[in-house]
């Protein structure tokens, strides 16, 4: 259902855009002026670079967009899905011959899958340029350089692995919301209650896989 999944990517990509990239711009100057405090010490503030890039594209970027679609997304769908479950309207669906899980929860879960995808990006890139101008503001380092540091610092598997962290916590957001919406019980209690739970399961799950990808990377390395 191309047509229901390019709403939903609407909704989750568009709609959380202004806020990650706020997020993200003010997490980079953070990041940066952390680091500077202490990298000033030893006359190394060109290592400013390492520290946003790294932490940003390896760690920060992918959870904390996983975080905000869980909030913003997870709850929706769980709401959504648990308000027409209540109202019967799925089945009335299922008596119509239309399956939900394609008809709703796909493009739902796709939607979660992609748009965390592209807001990682997004994370990224806002978050190094916010690292950017304050070592350009603050420390003095030149933006080209800066830029020169940051490549060398990053590569390309850096990037993959990213990407797949922001994939797979998007559709397990996508997964855990849908879920906890068709699953809602006594009434309108039951959708606040899935809502809620939508969060801070999707949340939970993101912190636990996560935790999974660091330990298969740090056993890849050390092999």
Not at 76 to 83: E, I, S, T
Not at 98 to 109: M, N, S, T, W
Not at 140 to 162: C, H, M, P, W
Request: aromatic share 6%.
């Amino acid at each position: 259902r191309l047509d229901r999944t390019t709403l939903e990517i609407d909704h989750c990509a568009a709609g959380a855009l202004p806020i990650v990239a706020l997020i993200a711009f003010l997490l980079g100057l953070i990041l940066a002026m952390q680091a500077y405090v202490q990298l000033r010490v030893w006359g190394a503030e060109i290592y400013i670079a390492d520290m946003v890039g790294v932490s940003v594209m390896a760690e920060i970027g992918p959870l904390m967009t996983a975080i905000v679609l869980a909030a913003r997304s997870g709850s929706r769908n769980a709401a959504q899905l648990g308000a027409m479950v209540v109202s019967e309207e799925i089945a009335a669906l299922e008596q119509m011959g239309i399956r939900p899980i394609a008809f709703l929860v796909a493009p739902k879960v796709v939607a979660c899958a992609f748009a965390a995808v592209s807001l990682g990006i997004v994370f990224d890139v806002v978050g190094m340029c916010g690292g950017g101008l304050f070592a350009w503001a603050v420390a003095g380092i030149e933006l080209d350089a800066f830029a020169e540091q940051l490549r060398t610092a990053l590569s390309l598997s850096d990037f993959v692995v990213a990407t797949t962290k922001c994939l797979t916590f998007g559709a397990a957001v996508g997964v855990v919301g849908c879920a906890l919406g068709l699953r809602v019980q006594d009434g309108s209690e039951g959708v606040g209650r899935a809502t809620t739970n939508a969060v801070v399961l999707g949340i939970f799950l993101i912190i636990v896989v996560d935790a999974v990808f660091v330990t298969c990377q740090r056993m890849v390395v050390g092999s």
